[in-house]
């Protein structure tokens, strides 16, 4: 034991001047002075107390100990018994580290893009003058819009899409622009509108805004300066030399304006004409002018500093005119020239869609591509192409390696004014069929230039309208209003002097059953409420459960959480004058959506003579009928009255896709598959 205790002294201390080594002082020489500078202490020198005769320790009996010093701890740490579980552990965990790396890169590489926001969720469109009044004057205003937030999350909307509020003199409502930097006093201030931009990301909102690039204002700065030749300004838009005699105009050419009559306004300042494809009052600004390219670019910068998250870029076609000033061929060609005064009566091949236009909107998305690397903040872009062909339609999506718009708004259900199963079936499938390989479809079914869906079709439509933009593939849009089936007002006692064909869609949101609807306080309204809001409005509504506004709340949640109606793949099975009937469906989810409107009169639908497979008897996943929700349904023998609609729902590992008798009739723009074991979303079906 002595012998024992001789070992441990000799290894855990050092001493100098009764300095001892607790195992965290390691051997490190001590120096201390002594006072008297002639002393053996100014050398110093270890003194160690071990074995005699011993020049290094003998380890063989020790056993590790608290405190050990590292001589000790390496001596341990050498042996095999120590030494390799170190190892297997160390090699353990980089295998480890390896496998997550792998895994994380197998995973990323073989998962399908992510939907952004505009992919998301419906959008809810907003004509600002209509939808709530907060000061009083009888004009909807932005406050009035951030005091409404609340209602709109309950709808589910991702992105909430306001039509212009720039300072206006209001010509054709919102596209006589003033100033593309100030907001209309009607609407409020700039202020309001950050407060606004704030509150609508606060609830998780996105935000796109109207663009009309094409033309300002007459009282636009612009066009004061450049109609008295200033600078840069002289050609900032399109002049050319014409004759006045008598106060009549000799224009350059027989272009005509959309709304009739010559597109040439002559201007005694500059004694020239210039050119409108709108109202005199909006003239044409010259995109072939790079300055004014560069002043379009500046704005748009301006706008997404502010924060919006994206733009409607209006009136696109337009925005090039053929150099050599040409006469347009007339449609009638036995017609007398000089009767040709409505814009129907030519065709535009000089005045729309030029060569280059495309360019130019290319620059547009190159713009807001500067303002879209940070994750998160993906800026969206949308084209209206209102009156274009199919074909010319999906050339704003842009090239497979040159993109455009995210997409061009499709407003082609909003024309559809006599509603039947074949009619609804060929606006789907011609949009489907020619949408460029991977793109992202839209659907909405009124705007602010268009009847309201009940004043076109019929209130027994909306309901089954809101079905079917909620289970077709893409992103819904609702113009404000017809989640509650508004219709148009009448067209009388207007106090506005526009075109009342475009203000009857316009009139105040129905908020309740209060005067002006709910939608002011104030003694007027700027256009009159519609006779029905005691009984159509969302004060009514959110309380009746088979109301329109429950059944729209009760698509829109469906569409949120259901990754059938998000991703799933779509094809059609059936169209006749009454029906038309579609499925939806994802790989790796065992279950099917059927989706059955009914466009035309009480009819009996077999469905069993056009799906061998499906069960007798499925389930009713929603109805325009509340009645019908939950229940089960005999699928040789379905009787749907008019406009009514069901979606089904039944399990099934043969989906339709697979299948050679429908293969050809189904789509999906981003394909996925969805894996239930690992609850994942992957692209290698």
């Not at 796109?208 to 007459?218: A, E, M, V, Y």
């Not at 009566?345 to 495309?358: N, R």
Request: net charge negative.
């Amino acid at each position: 034991m002595a012998e024992d205790k001789s070992k441990r002294d000799f290894i855990g201390m050092s001493i100098k001047g009764g300095q001892t080594n607790n195992g965290f002082v390691q051997n490190e020489d001590i120096l201390e002075r002594d006072p008297d500078p002639g002393s053996r202490a100014d050398s110093p020198h270890l003194t160690a107390v071990g074995i005699p005769g011993s020049a290094e320790p003998d380890l063989k009996d020790i056993q590790p100990y608290a405190g050990m010093p590292k001589e000790v701890l390496f001596h341990f740490s050498r042996q095999a018994r120590y030494r390799v579980p170190r190892e297997i552990l160390f090699w353990l965990t980089v295998a480890s580290v390896l496998v997550l790396i792998g895994a994380t890169i197998a995973i990323i590489a073989i998962s399908p893009k992510c939907l952004d926001w505009w992919q998301a969720g419906p959008m809810y469109q907003i004509y600002p003058r209509s939808f709530k009044d907060s000061d009083q004057d009888g004009n909807g205003d932005l406050k009035g819009i951030q005091d409404k937030l609340d209602y709109i999350t309950t709808l589910n909307i991702k992105t909430v899409w306001i039509t212009s509020f720039y300072k206006s003199s209001l010509k054709d409502f919102r596209h006589g622009v003033e100033d593309f930097r100030e907001i209309d006093p009607i609407f409020g201030t700039m202020k309001d509108f950050e407060n606004l931009l704030a509150a609508i990301h606060d609830k998780g909102l996105k935000l796109i805004i109207d663009f009309i690039p094409n033309h300002t204002s007459d009282n636009h700065t612009w066009f004061q300066l450049s109609r008295t030749r200033t600078g840069k300004y002289t050609d900032y838009y399109i002049w050319h030399d014409c004759t006045q005699e008598n106060g009549i105009t000799k224009p350059p050419n027989n272009w005509l304006s959309v709304y009739g009559n010559s597109g040439w306004q002559f201007d005694e300042v500059r004694n020239q004409c210039y050119f409108h494809q709108f109202t005199k009052e909006q003239p044409d600004l010259n995109f072939r002018n790079a300055d004014v390219q560069e002043e379009i670019k500046e704005i748009i910068q301006f706008w997404l500093a502010k924060g919006v998250d994206g733009f409607s870029f209006d009136a696109v076609k337009f925005l090039l005119e053929a150099e050599h000033l040409r006469d347009e061929s007339q449609v009638n060609k036995t017609q007398m020239p000089d009767t040709v005064t409505q814009y129907s009566e030519l065709y535009h091949d000089f005045t729309s869609t030029q060569v280059g236009m495309h360019d130019i909107v290319r620059s547009f998305r190159q713009t807001m591509d500067q303002y879209s690397s940070e994750p998160g903040r993906y800026r969206f872009m949308g084209t209206e192409a209102n009156g274009e062909t199919i074909d010319r339609t999906m050339m704003y999506y842009g090239l497979s390696f040159i993109q455009e718009a995210d997409f061009p708004f499709n407003d082609y259900l909003t024309s559809l004014n006599t509603p039947s199963g074949n009619s609804v079936f060929e606006v789907i499938t011609s949009w489907m069929e020619n949408m460029p390989e991977g793109k992202w479809p839209n659907w909405m079914i009124s705007g602010p230039d268009n009847a309201r869906l009940s004043s076109r079709l019929g209130t027994e439509y909306v309901n089954i309208m809101n079905m079917l933009v909620f289970t077709l593939p893409g992103t819904p849009i609702t113009y404000y209003g017809e989640e509650i089936g508004m219709g148009d007002i009448l067209a009388t006692n207007l106090n506005e002097s526009y075109n009342v064909d475009t203000l009857l869609s316009k009139s105040p949101m129905q908020w309740d059953n209060t005067s002006n609807a709910g939608f002011s306080e104030g003694s007027h309204t700027w256009l009159p409420t519609s006779s029905d809001y005691h009984t159509v409005n969302v004060d009514v509504q959110k309380t009746q459960p088979t109301s329109a506004l429950k059944l729209y709340q009760e698509l829109s949640l469906l569409h949120a959480n259901e990754l059938l109606l998000s991703r799933g793949w779509f094809c059609y099975l059936r169209n006749d004058s009454n029906f038309v009937v579609y499925a939806r469906e994802l790989d790796g989810i065992d279950r099917v959506f059927l989706v059955v409107l009914n466009f035309g009169e009480s009819s009996l639908l077999n469905l069993k003579e056009m799906i061998s497979n499906i069960p007798t008897r499925v389930t009713i996943r929603l109805s325009t009928n509340a009645a019908y929700k939950g229940s089960e349904v005999d699928t040789s023998a379905i009787v749907l009255d008019k406009g009514v609609g069901l979606i089904l729902e039944y399990n099934t590992k043969n989906l339709f896709h697979h299948q050679t008798a429908f293969s050809d009739r189904c789509f999906v723009s981003n394909r996925a598959c969805y894996s239930s074991v690992l609850n994942i979303l992957y692209s290698l079906c």
